[in-house]
């Protein structure tokens, strides 16, 4: 789509995903050659680059204790969803650290990805509808499929 990019140079790559409806806003998942990866996040059209915050607390309210440098919100180069007319709202797949694993968990933004809340401890693809006022969340599984409305 035109909201995402792929590069590769010298055996690093780079995912970029453009926040729709919010200018200057993306999300970009770097690819080292260790085949560790980590999640940056621009708010001004690339002029800075930061970890994202990771949320302050874990689905069971207790402290995630994850502060940058050394851990933040690391994010599924393909797990992550917005759309222009829920401006703000942002989905994320991913994990709390100091780099990508497979660990899995859901996490949401209302505020075009400057705060996160941790809302479910496996992946959900979601769906929005009413300028984000309404949304539907489905368990990503193999063998099942469940709806939840958050």
Same mark, same amino acid.
């Given at each position: ?8 140079? $010298?055996? &690093?790559?780079? !995912?970029? !995903? ?7 806003? !993306?999300?970009?998942?770097? $690819? ?44 599924? *180069?393909? #797990?992550?969803?917005?759309? *222009? ?19 899995? #968990? ?5 505020? #075009? #990805? ?9 992946? !959900?693809?979601?769906?929005? &509808? ?10 990503? *599984?193999? $063998? ?5 409305f958050v």
């Amino acid at each position: 789509t035109n909201s995402d990019r792929s590069w590769q140079r $010298h055996q &690093a790559s780079v !995912y970029m !995903y453009k926040l729709a409806g919010i200018r200057g806003t !993306y999300f970009v998942n770097q $690819h080292k050659p260790d085949r560790s990866s980590t999640t940056l996040v621009t708010f001004d059209k690339g002029a800075t680059w930061n970890p994202v915050s990771a949320p302050s607390t874990d689905l069971k309210g207790r402290d995630t204790n994850c502060f940058q440098p050394s851990c933040s919100l690391q994010m599924s *180069s393909r #797990g992550i969803f917005s759309r *222009s007319t829920a401006i703000g709202l942002v989905w994320a797949q991913g994990n709390v650290g100091s780099n990508l694993k497979a660990s899995a #968990g859901t996490f949401m933004s209302r505020d #075009g #990805g400057k705060t996160w809340r941790w809302v479910f401890d496996s992946y !959900y693809q979601a769906s929005f &509808a009413d300028r984000g006022a309404v949304m539907a969340a489905s368990r990503i *599984s193999i $063998h099942e499929q469940y709806t939840t409305f958050v």
